[in-house]
């Protein structure tokens, strides 16, 4: 039985280039675990970044065939997504090797440290980011598992989402779409806001109803009318809204070009940046830093510095007279704050979205269908590709162009585009001298490509 992190030390991951695995594998090996994986993504003499970048870690990496499990194997994590007729599955239960999840492994690393957990339906990554660089500038040597790739780790030739620091502080990613964050125990849990997702609001309110009773010290924004009533203490809490009070204040938002600036407590703050929604996460971050003994000017200092994460509002260039975005937007909150956050840069938004699965667009396609219309001005655009297909049992009974059909009934400028690959061309007669080309999607790894492919062809 695997209870906590000295129960085990050779260690195989099941899916080991999904960011969220390839992070825990990531800083297994930094605390001297053996570790190994393989992927489906991992073919014979074919290139594969994630892959090559886990190897230079010291992580041996396998084609999903049953080849990398061992008799000597402590331990098997499988990501949600890997089924029980996978070859690794297969070989672990004939050798009895104990077979858990990655939340659970992540819930059990948790444990070994003073850990921040990170929830909300919307900023988990950026603010995790924000705050794992605010207690690394203020010399805590902070650990963090995120869910996305941090520019700063980048940088040192890494995938970016993990990273082993000497310190007591662990800054995670707390997941609510698989429920998986009511495992863990933090010393300080942070709700960032409740919208509707991948489950209905009253299943979530319970979900985040655990996370509160689980934390030794919770944190809420107060300015989300759904996360405010879970809070257990104002004073610890956040807010920009100035009907809604907290201990912590943010006021005088202003956006010029790829930059905002605002206050905390009356302390200026400026960041690299667009889009109120990372004045938000920024707060979050700088309060919860509070909390942890920084103080307010030094996160300052800390995000002004702040590089950003990978495909978070991220801008690739201006080309043409056109401004290239590529976010990782997948839910309606966030596909909106995204078209807004690019508004104050140019007369022209045309932003394309590529949704993912057709169950959760099924249930979401009221909810984008309205956040989106709502958040395109008259001269703005939305234009869609069909729906991601990771594979598996899957109803096809709803298409993207049932969306960009309601949206279009709404009188806004929507349309559609099937595939892909032909959005460029078919777009350009739309594009002028002076227009943000916001691309919006997530969960489909190929994405990244084609922000290069879309900039490629501009």
């Known amino acids: 039985m695997i209870q906590t992190i000295n129960d085990f030390q050779r260690v195989f991951f ?7 695995m390839s992070a825990i594998a990531q800083y297994l090996k930094g605390i001297g675990k053996e570790v190994a994986g393989s992927d489906r993504y991992f073919k014979p003499g074919e290139n594969n970044e994630t892959r090559t970048r886990l190897e230079a870690e010291g992580i041996l990496c396998f084609e999903q065939d049953g080849s990398g ?13 890997v089924e029980d007729t ?3 599955v297969i070989k672990a239960k004939s050798l009895d090797i104990p077979i858990i999840r990655r939340s659970e492994l992540l819930a059990i690393i948790a444990k070994s440290k003073k850990t921040i957990a990170v929830g909300g339906t919307s900023g988990k990554s950026t603010t995790s980011a924000m705050l ?3 207690l690394q500038y203020a010399g805590l040597e902070p650990s963090i598992i995120s869910g996305a790739g941090l520019v700063s780790i980048i940088r040192e030739g890494k995938i970016g989402n993990a990273k082993v620091g000497k310190g007591d502080w662990l800054v995670i990613e ?5 429920g998986s964050i009511v495992q863990y125990y933090p010393s300080i849990g ?12 009253e299943s979530l309110l319970d979900i985040f109803a655990t996370f509160k009773r689980n934390s030794e010290l919770f944190v809420v924004n107060q300015s989300h009318p759904l996360a405010a009533p879970l809070s257990k203490d104002l004073s610890l809490d956040f807010s920009w809204d100035a009907e809604r009070t907290a201990g912590y204040m943010a006021r005088d938002f202003k956006q010029e070009g790829l930059s905002i600036s605002f206050t905390i407590n009356n302390t200026p703050f400026q960041l690299k940046l667009v889009g109120r929604h990372n004045m938000e996460n920024a707060l979050a971050a ?6 942890v003994g920084v103080d307010l000017t030094k996160a300052a200092e800390a995000l002004e510095q702040y590089e950003g994460i990978y495909r978070r509002n991220q801008v690739l260039g201006q080309k043409n007279g056109v401004w290239l975005m590529d976010d990782y937007a997948h839910n309606p909150a966030k596909c909106a704050a995204s078209i807004r956050s690019c508004q104050p840069l140019a007369d022209k938004v045309v932003a394309w979205f590529q949704p993912h699965g057709y169950g959760p667009t099924r249930f979401l396609r009221a909810d984008f269908v309205k956040e989106i219309a709502e958040a395109l001005r008259p001269q703005d655009e939305i234009w869609m590709s069909e729906i991601f297909y990771a594979g ?3 109803t096809k009974d709803i298409t993207a162009n049932d969306l960009i059909n309601d949206i279009r009934q709404l009188g806004k400028a929507a349309f559609f585009v099937e595939n892909r690959n032909d959005f460029v061309h078919t777009v350009r007669s739309h594009l002028t001298e002076n227009t943000v080309l916001l691309l919006m999607g997530a969960r489909d790894p190929s994405l990244e490509y084609f922000a290069q492919q879309v900039w490629n062809e501009l």
């Open 174 to 178: 707390a997941d609510e779409s698989d």
């Open 392 to 394: 598996g049992t899957a």
């Open 14 to 20: 099941i899916g080991v280039a999904g960011t969220g």
């Open 190 to 201: 942070l709700l960032l806001n409740v919208d509707k997702d991948h489950k209905e609001i």
């Open 69 to 81: 499990i061992l008799p000597t194997t402590d331990l098997v994590v499988v990501s949600t997504a």
């Open 86 to 88: 996978v070859a690794e």
């Open 132 to 134: 794992f660089d605010i």
């Open 286 to 291: 700088a309060t919860v830093a509070a909390h």
